[in-house]
């Protein structure tokens, strides 16, 4: 589906709290308009819980129930029994979570969900930290991104969430980015169709996370993704298919930009490159990276 | 209607599934798990034909009951103890979002150390949740409570989750006679729920989202006004229930033998059945005693309890301490009687961590008021050396 084709019909409707160049917002549009109208949104404590704008107002033209932090996977396990057993099974629920509510606080209740085989889709917009309440470390933040509780850089790497949910072995599972709305489009759209749990990850770039301008937040997408610090990918029944560039890295038909010229545009990084380079610790992503590439070539390939 | 032997748990499940439920979702813990056991009999036998969802957690399970009420449709569930506790922020979310979920609590120790028989400190400790609480005293009153809560939960007035207490074992898992009534007679006392707003693609509605202080206070208000609502609807209910069934457990307070009284005593739960006992022996040795057991804790029936206030000097035995202050039903039942009744009020905690409470240790308790030697609040059989 190229860009020009999607739906004109928005449900994310102006009024919207979002920061300037937040790709939640960008990402919310892509999902409305693969989903259509016919979808109800639960949606923990996260930055969209803000972006829904003010009561009694709302920027969404689609029902939202607002949930706790840890609870939008459980509270779309009823919102999906009760709409099938009112003869509406063919609604779509979508729990929209952050990273922060995904790998951490949400985890259990996700993993309960999935092992359940609800029938809904769980997206996590991952922008590496927790953003609503300033900027504060996850489950997902990068080893050496600073955040407000990681002051010196993150001395751990990120969790692989792509596996956790692997484990689960549900029908749908996909990683996906901002910066790229076509390949986005479609994945929701196979998640659309498939019965049973399906779990799509957005990686969201995020300016005043990860201290970038917000022009910058498509570049930020595309980079993390020719830099393999994100991989575009889906799982159809245990089988692993790369997409676009990604694919492209996995089959080593072109090489992987350094992850430096993706991480010294962002000030959350700053201080790999300021007062001196840390060359270690760039190395120590790098490696990682490279590992975490390895592992995919032997396990994909 | 049959007449059902069996314990307070599978009574609370045969009702639940009576009340026809769209969505059950629960997570097992000890003394409730029959309950949920129950229910999953009945999915079987194919009487229970709503969703259940067997969640991984009770904070899960109460998220899960969230999700379906709000999506429109009838809800239950059950838990105990350090389930209830793990649902704490949940049970908030359920009164503010004005879920008439019901749910049953089995009265459970809170840990550590281990234990599983009966205290009331669970529910206490989640008394300001906006949920109403009943407390029940036998499994007849757990059946036509747990049917009642719906009606009164689904009321447009009130739009409150209600939680159904009844003690671990002593009701949970005793196994009494219980009159049944058919389902139609079900049916036709407890009509459809149609609520006035849900999750609705046709009128698409955001539902909690951020709201400035002078909102949410009316919010607050709203829930206040509500539990006051429940006040007269409670006895609306119980009135109807007994001309259609023919049994009665009280309103927000049952009295006993309070006619002529100089003392009234006051307990929750099982104590207060126990009471019952007491009170016919306290009675025969010639002493002017009455029972008024407490079954709602919220709405707290203050007004009643003044009125009882104004009869006679009052003894409150209660299963629960909130510790640094005295027994929950000590301080609200002095509290209602503040500045309008100078009746003497005698506090005794009794039956913590699950010690027996017997009509003998009831009437030793009244037989110390009586003859003027309690302490305004004092434990009552204590083991320990403490003070």
């Known amino acids: 589906m190229a860009i020009k084709n999607l739906p004109v019909e928005e449900c994310m409707i102006p009024g919207s709290a979002a920061c300037p160049g937040c790709p939640a917002t960008m990402a919310l549009r892509i999902v409305f308009k693969a989903l259509g109208k016919n979808t109800v949104m639960v949606v923990p404590a996260c930055c969209t819980a803000v972006i829904e704008s003010l009561y009694p107002n709302t920027s969404f033209d689609v029902p939202v129930m607002n949930i706790a932090f840890e609870a939008a996977a459980a509270g779309a396990s009823g919102v999906e029994a009760a709409l099938r057993q009112q003869g509406k099974g063919d609604t779509t629920v979508v729990a929209w979570a952050g990273d922060g509510g995904t790998y951490d606080i949400g985890i259990q209740a996700l993993s309960g969900a999935l092992e359940r085989r609800t029938n809904f889709i769980y997206i996590c917009y991952n922008n590496q930290i927790y953003s609503n309440t300033g900027i504060q470390r996850s489950g997902a933040t990068p080893y050496g991104a600073w955040t407000t509780t990681t002051v010196g850089g993150k001395t751990e790497f990120r969790k692989e969430m792509g596996e956790i949910i692997q484990a689960h072995h549900i029908p749908y599972a996909a990683q996906a980015c901002v910066s790229y709305p076509e390949d986005l489009y479609n994945k929701l759209k196979k998640a659309k169709d498939i019965k049973g749990p399906k779990y799509i990850e957005i990686m969201a770039p995020c300016p005043p996370g990860w201290r970038f301008g917000m022009e910058k937040t498509v570049d930020m ?81 | 209607m049959t007449v059902m032997i069996d314990t307070g748990n599978y009574i609370a499940a045969k009702a639940a599934v009576m009340a026809r439920p769209d969505v ?19 999915v079987k036998t194919g009487e229970f034909k709503g969703d259940y969802i067997c969640v991984e957690s009770e904070h899960s399970a109460m998220s899960a009951c969230i999700g379906a009420s709000a999506a429109g449709v009838r809800t239950f569930t059950g838990t105990s103890s350090h389930g209830l506790l793990l649902m704490h922020e949940m049970l908030h979310w359920a009164a503010l979002a004005r879920l008439p979920i019901v749910m049953c609590n089995i009265n459970r120790v809170v840990g550590p150390g281990w234990n599983i028989w009966t205290d009331e400190n669970d529910p206490i400790s989640q008394r300001d949740t906006g949920w109403i609480q009943f407390y029940c005293s036998s499994n007849q009153e757990i059946f036509d409570t747990v049917i009642q809560s719906f009606k009164l939960a689904e009321n447009e007035k009130v739009l409150l989750p209600v939680m159904i207490n009844y003690n671990a074992f002593i009701l949970s898992h005793t196994s009494m006679p219980v009159y049944i009534p058919e389902q139609r007679e079900v049916d036709d006392f407890l009509q459809k729920y149609k609520p006035q707003w849900k999750l609705d693609v046709n009128n698409p509605i955001t539902f909690g989202n951020i709201i400035l202080p002078a909102d949410y206070e009316k919010i607050r208000k709203d829930m206040q006004n509500s539990q006051e609502n429940a006040k007269k609807l409670i006895p609306e209910i119980a009135k109807e229930w007994k001309k259609k069934f ?108 699950g010690k027996d409470v017997t009509y003998n240790d009831i009437e030793t308790i009244c037989r110390k008021v009586v003859e003027g030697k309690a302490k305004d609040c004092e434990w009552y059989g204590f083991e320990g050396s403490g003070k």
């Open chain 1, 221 to 301: 997408g595309i980079m993390a993704v020719e830099t393999g610090a994100w991989a575009l990918y889906e799982c159809e029944n245990d089988v692993v298919t790369f997409n676009g560039k990604s694919k492209l890295i996995l089959e080593e038909k072109i090489q992987r930009k350094s992850i430096e010229e993706w991480i010294k545009q962002q000030g959350r990084f700053s201080h790999l490159f300021k007062p001196k380079k840390d060359v270690k610790r760039i190395k120590t992503i790098e490696d990682h990276t490279d590992q975490i590439w390895e592992r995919y070539r032997k396990k994909y390939l």
């Open chain 2, 24 to 42: 059950v979702a629960a997570y097992p813990i000890t003394p409730q798990t029959t309950l949920v056991e129950g229910i999953a009999n009945y």
């Open chain 2, 246 to 353: 023919g049994r009665y457990h009280g309103d927000l307070i049952e009295e006993y033998k309070c006619d002529g009284a100089d003392h009234i005593l006051l307990a929750m739960g099982a104590i207060g059945s126990e009471s019952k006992v007491s009170i016919n022996n306290l009675r025969k040795e010639g002493l002017k005693i009455g029972l008024a057991r407490v079954r709602t804790f919220r709405p707290f029936p203050n007004e009643e309890i003044l009125k009882l206030g104004k009869q006679a000097d009052l003894i409150v035995i209660d299963r629960n301490i909130s510790i640094g202050s005295e027994g929950a039903l000590f301080s609200e039942v002095k509290a209602s009687l503040y500045g309008k009744s100078d009746t003497k009020v005698h506090g005794f905690i009794a039956g913590l961590g």
